[in-house]
């Protein structure tokens, strides 16, 4: 994860003219509503983004640029979508940049599917000594899932992370999917939340089969899942898991860790299988986990990201880490684990894996291959060793307390 960390600075001169600088660039937002072809509204955005470019430069080095997209910019290529194609927001600026995101809905929420920016690497301005000229393009996801018909709000920054590219996506008011035109009511995200005190916008009603009481007793394990990706060739992605969630996020702000667990009866599951990645989408009623894998060395692979979105009526909360290195295994082999494993997705959710078993590569017949067993497993050898340890420890201890005892008894005979 990149960390925008300003480091203390002891020159008052240097932090004045940051923060003139800053004031003369201005802060900038762009504003965007795309039309249908009856003029209403179909996607409204109001945002500011602040970007930085890591390219190479002509003297093999390589160079980081920052730069806000701003106010000024057209929406050519913007669509409000059909059946068979999604709406997307294209938007254009300076010398052939462009930033761009689609979107996706289901029945009850929509979500930004690529956020694509393009940079020209032509524009001296911006990349005076780039080594390679033209057109470069970034992809990455933006916006979790929003509830239909309402306007997403969150002032403070998310930080979204692609290739050789970062962007601040900061004070955003967002809808797409808009219905007749008209906005809906604003949702807030949950990092504009106050926190710690209560939320609310959440009515505390213990309706939801989503929202577990909150338990001190703990859970028993949760029943393992199976779950299969397929594609055209068949099975290409095969896991079995037992899942636990645990969060402070449904504690209406209190900081109380809740966890429950996930029933494989009512999952459905989805995903996608590239020969780079692999995706397993678990859906239980209002709480979705997407599991990442990718390859590393071409000859392994390793569950590289968890992101988790709890739907709670209005309210909802989208968790992610794309910077895991976890479960890793040869590909033609499957990666197992039966010992507890617990993944930090955020500071204030992780969750808990149990027998774990899965193959993002390499397929074939549906059945999985050859296990590679996790080293947490591996208590077959430790076990021994630990109580052969103790065991000793407590031999030794007892014989020295008995020679101890015996030298003080004989010395005791002697002075009499
Ligand atoms: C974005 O960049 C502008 C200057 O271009 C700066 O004033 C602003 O604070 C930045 N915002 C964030 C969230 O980094
Ligand atoms: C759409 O609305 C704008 C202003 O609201 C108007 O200028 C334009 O003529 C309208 N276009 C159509 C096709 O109705
Ligand atoms: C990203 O940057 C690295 C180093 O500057 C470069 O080798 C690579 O080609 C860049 N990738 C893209 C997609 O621009
Ligand atoms: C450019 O930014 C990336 C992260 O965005 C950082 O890892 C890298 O060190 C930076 N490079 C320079 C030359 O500042
Ligand atoms: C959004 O655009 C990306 C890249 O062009 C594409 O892969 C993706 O399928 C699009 N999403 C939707 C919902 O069409
Ligand atoms: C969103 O609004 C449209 C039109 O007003 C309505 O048909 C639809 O049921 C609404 N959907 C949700 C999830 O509220
Ligand atoms: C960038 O410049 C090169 C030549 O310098 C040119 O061939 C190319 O078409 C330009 N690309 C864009 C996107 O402007
Ligand atoms: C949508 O617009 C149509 C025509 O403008 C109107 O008849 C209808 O009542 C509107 N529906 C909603 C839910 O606002
Ligand atoms: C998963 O598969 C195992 C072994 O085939 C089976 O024992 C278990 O009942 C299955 N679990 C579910 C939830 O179907
Ligand atoms: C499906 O199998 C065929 C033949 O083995 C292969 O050429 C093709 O790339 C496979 N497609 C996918 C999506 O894996
Ligand atoms: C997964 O399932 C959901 C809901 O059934 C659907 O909206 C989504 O498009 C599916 N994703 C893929 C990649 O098939
Ligand atoms: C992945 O598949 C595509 C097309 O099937 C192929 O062009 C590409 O080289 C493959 N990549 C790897 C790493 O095997």
Redesign the pocket.
């Known amino acids: 994860m990149l960390r925008f960390v300003m480091e203390p600075c002891a020159c008052p001169a240097a932090l004045f003219l940051l923060l003139s600088a800053a004031v003369l660039l201005g802060a900038t937002a762009f504003e965007v509503e795309i039309k249908d072809d009856k003029n209403a509204t179909c996607i409204y955005a109001k945002l500011s983004v602040n970007i930085t470019v890591q390219y190479e430069t002509n003297t093999s080095s390589s160079k980081n640029v920052t730069f806000p997209v701003p106010s000024k910019v057209t929406t050519n290529g913007s669509s409000c979508g059909s059946d068979s ?2 709406p ?1 927001l294209v938007t254009h600026f300076g010398n052939s940049h462009s930033w ?1 995101l ?3 809905k289901n029945e009850s929420t929509y979500s930004g ?2 956020l ?1 920016f393009t940079y020209n690497t032509n524009d001296t301005t911006l990349f005076p000594d780039a080594l390679r000229k033209g057109l470069l393009s970034s ?1 990455a996801t933006f916006l979790g899932p929003v509830p239909l018909n309402s306007t997403y709000k969150c002032i403070s920054s998310e930080v979204v992370v692609g290739k050789n590219v970062t962007q601040i996506i900061y004070d955003v008011k967002l809808e797409a999917f808009v219905p007749n035109g008209t906005l809906g009511k604003e949702v807030t995200c949950d990092a504009d939340k106050p926190y710690p005190s209560p939320s609310p916008t959440q009515p505390s009603t213990t309706a939801s089969t989503t929202t577990p009481a909150p338990t001190s007793k703990p859970l028993d394990n949760p029943t393992t899942g199976n779950y299969t990706v397929s594609d055209v060739n068949g099975t290409c992605l095969l896991a079995s898991m037992g899942l636990q969630i645990n969060t402070s996020l449904l504690s209406e702000g209190e900081n109380i860790w809740t966890p429950f667990n996930i029933d494989p009866w009512v999952i459905k599951s989805n995903g996608t299988c590239t020969n780079q990645t692999g995706t397993l989408i678990l859906t239980e009623n209002s709480t979705i986990i997407e599991f990442t894998f990718a390859l590393k060395n071409k000859n392994h692979f390793y569950l590289e990201g968890v992101n988790v979105t709890l739907i709670n009526g209005s309210a909802f909360s989208y968790r992610q880490n794309q910077n895991l290195s976890d479960w890793e295994a040869s590909v033609g082999s499957s990666y197992m684990c039966h010992k507890e494993q617990q993944i930090k997705v955020s500071e204030d959710l992780f969750i808990s894996a149990f027998d774990v078993r899965v193959q993002p590569f390499g397929v074939h017949n549906g059945t999985f291959d050859t296990a590679q067993q996790c080293s947490l497993d591996d208590d077959s050898i430790v076990i021994p060793i630990v109580v052969g340890a103790a065991l000793t420890g407590l031999i030794v201890i007892i014989v020295v307390a008995y020679l101890i005892g015996r030298r003080r008894g004989y010395a005791g005979y002697q002075t009499l």
């Open positions: 194609e999604a997307i761009s689609n979107f996706t599917s690529a694509i992809p």
